[in-house]
Each structure stands twice: as C-alpha cells, then as structure tokens.
C-alpha cells in the first residue's frame, strides 16, 4: 500500500469498475481496500475503519442505501455514493441518509478524485471547526471570515443579507460536500413549509447576482438539479466521463 494516510474502502460489485478505481487511488497514493458486497464492505468498514468509503448502490446482496445507515448510526466517515442510479429520489435518499457526495455512472477519473480531495478536506475542517469555531474560509477570490460576518469577493465587500449570509456560511463550512434543500432549509430556518425550497432558490438567485455570478455559471456554488447545492472547494476541476 501507498505512504498516503488516507486510507479508502471501494464497495463495488463490477469487478472492472472496482479494479479502475483501485488502481487510479493507488497512483495517487491511497491506501485500498475493496469489497464486493454489502455485507463484506460493512466487515470491513468496521475492521479497517478507512477515512473515506466510495459506494455502489446496486449491490448483490443488499441495498447499499443500508451501509450508509449502518455508518451513520456511529460515525461521521465520508461517504461518497458511485451509482448508475440517476434519479433525484435516489440521489436526495442517500444525501438525506448521511453520504457526502453522490456521482452518476459514467464518471470522470480527474473529477472522482477533485471529489475525494474535496470530500476529505471538508471532513477535517468540519472536525477542526469544531474545536476552533470561527476563522476564515477562502476559495479562490471568494473570502468569508466568520468572526465578523463578511463577504468579500476580490476587495469587494458583499453586502449580504442575514439569512443569505447564513446560507454561504452553511454552504462553506462544508465545502466539497453536496447539501441537500432539506438540510439547509433546516439549518437556515429551522423548519420547512410548502414554500421553503422556492425561498430557498431565490435567496440563492439573488447572492449569485451579488457576486457577480451569472446564471448558469459555475462559480463558487453548483447547483445540484433537484437535489440541492455544493460549494466548490479548492482544486476542484471539471472532466469528462471517462468510465
């Protein structure tokens, strides 16, 4: 195994897809460890607890759905869902359940691993912020410090709202990390009603305009159709599918 200390379970019945994976981490200097079925990935979860799983879902023997529950119920080990299922139901399921990322079969090598950095890197600085709240979160020209409440993109101060300072806040903290409507309409404002996803979208259309972002743009935020949002997070580069 590689020097690297992250150490990463691949949960993946297709044999060729599994073995792609496991040889592209090991170039990078993962530590791998595989498993064919749900039920082996679980044993090893809990034998070997690695730092980050990458997940199918259609498993031979059970639901992967079932190991992020099983994961979740104890520990908070980044969990990054590789499936063929497309569907948004799917795709909020596993969000809501506790993964941190979901990507659709076919996927791009150089985009699975900006993900896993990503993923990792937002995992620490949760664990960190939880220790040592406040600093500051920085992300190309973007700057957020948190013990002021500030927002500044270049020299420019965004003259933000509370509640959209609130959201980038959210957003930020977990950086690299797909959240779903649900999760930050909760954290946000504390409960949801039948116009909480609509309120949401607009206190995101008009920090986009603030920013200078404009629609369609993939700038700081990405917006995950029909699932939620994702902050974008140091080194995170686009690909093209490649498997």
């Known amino acids: ?93 596993a969000l809501d359940l506790g993964a941190n990322d979901y990507i659709t079969k076919p996927f791009g090598t150089e985009e699975l691993l900006a993900r896993i950095r990503a993923v990792l890197r937002s995992h620490r600085h949760s664990e960190e912020n939880e220790s040592t709240p406040g600093g500051k979160f920085r992300f190309q020209d973007l700057l957020i410090d948190y013990d002021t409440r500030q927002v500044f993109v270049g020299k420019e101060e965004i003259d933000l709202t509370q509640t959209e300072y609130n959201i980038m806040a959210f957003l930020s903290i977990h950086a690299g990390k797909v959240l ?22 607009v206190n995101m259309k008009n920090i986009r305009k603030k920013m200078g972002v404009t629609p369609g743009e993939k700038r700081y935020i990405i917006n995950e159709l029909g699932v939620g949002y994702r902050m974008l997070a140091e080194d995170e580069i686009a690909a093209d599918s490649f498997l």
């Open 180 to 201: 779903t409507y649900t999760a930050i309409i909760h954290t946000v404002w504390g409960y949801s009603d039948y116009g909480s996803v609509k309120k949401l979208q």
């Open 1 to 93: 195994m590689g020097n690297n200390k992250f150490k990463i379970l691949i949960v993946e019945d297709e044999a060729n897809i599994r073995s792609f994976i496991k040889a592209n981490l090991e170039t990078s200097d993962y530590q791998v460890l595989c498993a064919e079925t749900c039920a082996l990935g679980m044993m090893m979860y809990a034998s070997h607890h690695p730092d980050l799983i990458i997940l199918d879902l259609g498993l031979p023997d059970r639901d992967g759905m079932s190991l992020i529950q099983e994961a979740r119920k104890t520990d908070t080990v980044p969990i990054i869902v590789l499936s063929a299922r497309s569907s948004e139901r799917d795709k909020v399921e």
